[in-house]
């Protein structure tokens, strides 16, 4: 970490400059997708930064699963080819599997819709000491269904529910939700791939051109594309109206994935850091217990071969 103390911003200064805690003056536009924090390229300084927040976010992780007390949520928000599986694949690499729980959230099933929206979700809520991933989330209640509102039909709610108040009720339930998240030692980190709409064209035919990635590509992906201002939209007023200190939104840059994944793993350790997980402190008893179970071993003859 040597040189980049002095040259570029440390863990916690990346992790400042894109974390949004009060939405109430907020703008999208406000935030470039190509920006890098002064880091010039994916070779010269990605490599040995990410391998460091990899390795910290491991150990850190350890002392979280060991002491059992805290929870932690990280939630991905993105336009199609934001990048959010690579980041997610790349930036928890190091981290060990009994402690993470990865959950992504496709079109709602039909049990899924007989019940109210946040309960798909609250099922796939990580346990004390575990980090847990959604690859979308609740959120796509106030974007892809705020842009789509023939969906609300799906949702069978009672036609008196359903008036002009809807998405600020939403923001609110949310919010409530976050914050008893928060009360109960769950600890809320979201994040937005902020991607610009020529880059996402460019993955787009990158996708068309590479027979390795054409499973990746659908017709809807184009369709969608046609409502990339409404999304805007919705994602800007939906940062403006959840954006909490307990909940905070980090506006990713998500043109370059180098960074993309840089800066998201630096926010990450940033977040277990402010945790500070401890390994449990042995009591006298216990300790007691483990000099006797030394003795026993150290006592017994050597097995045979």
Known sequence: MGKYSKTHPQVKDLAKRYRVEKGKNFRLKDYDPGDTAG???????????????VEMMARLQDKLYAENRWGVLLIFQAMDAAGKDGTIKHVMSGLNPQGVQVYSFKSPSAEELDHDYLWRTSKCLPERGRIGIFNRSYYEEVLVVRVHHELLNAEKLPERLVGKKIWEQRYEDINNFEKYLSNNGMVVRKFFLNLSKREQKRRFLSRLDDADKNWKFSTSDIKERGFWKDYQNAYEEMIQNTATDCAPWYVVPADNKWFTR????????????????????????????????????TGQMPEEE
Do not use: C, W
Not at 42 to 53: G, M, S, T, V, Y
Not at 266 to 273: E, S
């Open 39 to 53: 880091f010039k390229s994916e070779k010269a300084d990605a490599p040995e930064l990410l391998q460091h927040n």
């Open 262 to 297: 840089l800066a998201v793993g630096a926010i990450v350790v940033q977040t277990l850091k402010e945790i500070d997980p401890a390994y449990p402190r042995m009591d006298k008893a216990k300790m007691d217990d483990l000099k006797k179970a030394k003795e026993l071993l």
